[in-house]
């Protein structure tokens, strides 16, 4: 029998590439978008007629009960959530809709039309903030230093509770910074690598940057998607940090983004006070032994060839752009 899943936050980037693991491991995957006249799909066009696409909205309860009947998917990616944290200080009460109240709501529609589905909430390293501990890992008390964090730990302990309280199999996978060619370029490693290959191409001559200091645990995205799944193979549900277990600055990504044409960061890079955040995560650097040991699960692509794949990528779109342009 083909195993159907059902995908939330479907065109982002982990929502790409999730759905193509489970393509490839022979689910049927039926993907949740918004009903909006901006929806991309850029980042699912090559798999687009392979995925049954619906409408949906975290904010709406009953169109998730609705998705739910009549899909009855065996496992729920719950991947949706306002998820760019600089956004969420000027809208705090969106991300607490979406990306808090949105997974209880995705969970009453689990637990009133399917309770035997498998659940998976997308937790996030932002939960830790103002570090406790390092490194991070399960059992660490979480301090968020952003309205999207406060959201995240609001959704991960409404996960705890409803696994614990109507016995549902809902894990959460706490993942730290992931990355690829997809993420959107709000986000500062996207930003890096595709001005990097603007400058390498004469468009521009200067990266506005934030503060550089901070240190993050960054991996690929593709490799983190399938700790995802194999959380829901589990005969029992539980909550795991997803990692790398290494850590690198932002004036490092820039070292190496910049090193991949042949440039020297410092000559192109200024610090700019509009991109600071009003409170600032400095460290986030996680333990992922338990996702190792019990999943069996590793991350595959190293820092470096992370760092050159994103700068190839955005070097090829944006020679490509700039064709399209001049045609």
């Known amino acids: 029998m083909t195993k159907r899943a059902l995908i939330t936050g479907l ?39 392979d995925i049954e696409i619906v409408a949906g909205d975290l904010l709406d309860e009953m169109s ?42 995705i969970l009453n529609a689990v637990r009133r039309t399917n309770p ?55 894990s959460s996978g706490i993942l730290f910074n992931h990355e690829s060619p997809r993420r959107g370029l709000e986000f500062v490693t996207r930003k890096i690598t595709n001005t990097v290959a603007k400058i390498e191409l004469g468009l521009t001559d200067e990266l506005r940057l934030g503060d550089l200091h901070p240190e993050r645990d960054w ?53 700019d006070e509009r991109f600071m955040r009003p409170a600032e995560v400095d460290l986030l650097i996680g333990d992922s032994s338990k996702a190792r040991t019990k999943l069996g699960w590793e991350p595959k692509t190293p820092f470096p060839d992370l760092v050159n794949m994103m700068v190839d990528a955005d070097l090829d779109l944006v020679a490509r752009q700039q064709h399209a342009a001049s045609a």
Not at 23 to 37: A, D, N, P, W
Not at 118 to 141: D, I, L, N, W
Not at 230 to 237: E, S, T, V, Y
Request: with cysteine; hydrophobic share 35%; glycine share 6%.
């Open 116 to 170: 035997e589905a498998r659940f998976y909430q997308a937790s996030s390293s932002e939960m830790f903030g103002k570090v406790q501990h390092v490194p991070q890992t399960e059992a660490t008390p979480f301090y968020p230093r952003s309205p999207y964090g406060v959201a995240k730990v609001y959704g991960h302990w409404i996960t705890v509770n409803y696994r614990e309280s109507y016995n549902l199999h809902a």
């Open 64 to 105: 998730l009960i609705d998705i739910m009947a009549k899909h009855q998917p065996e496992e729920v990616y719950n991947l949706a959530a306002q998820s760019f944290v600089q956004t969420s200080w000027s809208q705090a009460v969106l991300t607490g809709e979406t990306t808090a109240l949105g997974v209880t709501r």
């Open 219 to 271: 991996g690929f995205a593709g490799d983190y998607v399938e700790a995802m799944w194999l959380m829901l193979q589990q005969d029992h549900p539980d909550d795991f940090v997803v990692s790398t277990n290494e850590t690198h600055s932002v004036q490092e990504f820039c070292e190496l983004a910049f090193g991949r044409v042949g440039k020297d960061w410092r000559d192109y890079v200024v610090q």
């Open 11 to 49: 065109t982002g980037q982990d929502g790409s590439y999730l759905a193509e693991l489970l393509l490839e491991k022979g689910y049927h995957v039926t993907g949740m978008v918004r009903r909006s006249s901006t929806v991309n799909f850029e980042r699912i066009a090559h798999i687009q007629d």
